[in-house]
């Protein structure tokens, strides 16, 4: 794996994810956040798993973060107050980030290198998929259907 | 120097912090749901970093438990923005210190 490829990948991806939790304009931090989601996906090609880094260019980029946009665009107010920022959350990401780095730095079983693996091809992946994974393929198209019906239902004008 | 699972593990350590601020100290809905985004990444990072730098085994399980929690992060974004516009019809606002009944 190249060094320096995965330096600028995490600074890419981490700059995105800070400018998409910090900026004060809605629509910019939305913006960002497919900066940080393009990062993601380059980094999952990196790591070698292409296929599950189109699939993040497709849901997230193409879907969650168009579906983000059109809710702030329905939901604007211009006089609003967005720029709101509590320190205390601040303080508590902080001490979360530090005790997960300590423990991974205190861990020795995962500072292996990565060895050369057989390339993951979609045929496979769609094997595995139809076969080990069948049950949870079909939960979860049970999941997405219930998830856009309730969606629906959420948003329908209620009738006075 | 080539890359370790460490630091992959770090920097999804990071991304999960992140979400993490954005959730708790933001005051509008969107940014708290934006924060849940990132969390989900950053657990499907670790998903792949972990199935790319472990033992080889036959099944990819590490990249199919990324592919269906992509999926589900989908349906939880569906589902927010959702209810993100069902309150803002009813408060007319969606800075979450407002909310304050459950009732309508």
């Keep these: 794996m190249n060094a320096a490829a995965f330096i600028v990948i995490a600074i890419f991806t981490l700059s995105g994810a800070l400018a998409a939790a910090c900026l004060r304009k809605l629509i910019h931090a939305a913006l960002c956040l497919v900066v940080a989601f393009v990062g993601l996906a380059a980094f999952y090609f990196l790591l070698g798993a292409e296929f599950v880094g189109l699939v993040q260019v497709f849901v997230y980029v193409g879907a969650v973060a168009v579906l983000i946009v059109f809710t702030i665009l329905l939901t604007r107010r211009e006089d609003e107050e967005t720029s709101g920022f509590n320190w205390a959350g601040v303080f508590v990401a902080l001490v979360v980030f530090a005790g997960l780095v300590w423990t991974i730095w205190k861990t020795p079983s995962v500072s292996v290198g990565a060895s050369a693996i057989e390339a993951l091809t979609v045929k496979r992946i769609g094997e595995v998929l139809m076969t080990n994974y069948v049950w949870p393929l079909q939960c979860v198209g049970l999941l997405l259907t219930a998830a856009l019906i309730g969606a629906l239902v959420l948003v329908m004008e209620e009738k006075q | ?104």
Excluded at chain 2, 3 to 15: D, E, G, K, R, Y
Excluded at chain 2, 40 to 46: D, I, R, T
């Design chain 2, 1 to 104: 120097m080539t890359p370790t699972l460490q630091f992959c593990l770090v920097i999804s350590a990071a991304l999960f912090s992140i979400g993490l601020l954005a959730a708790l100290s933001r005051k509008h809905a969107i940014f708290i749901l934006i924060g849940i985004e990132l969390m989900l990444a950053a657990a499907n990072l670790n998903f792949i970093a972990f199935w790319r730098f472990g033992p080889q085994s036959p099944n990819p399980t590490g990249v199919m438990v990324a592919i269906f929690s992509i999926a589900i992060a989908a349906a939880e974004a569906a589902v927010g923005l959702a209810l993100v516009i069902a309150v803002y019809r009813h408060y007319r606002t969606t800075d979450v210190r407002r909310f304050n009944q459950l009732k309508g």
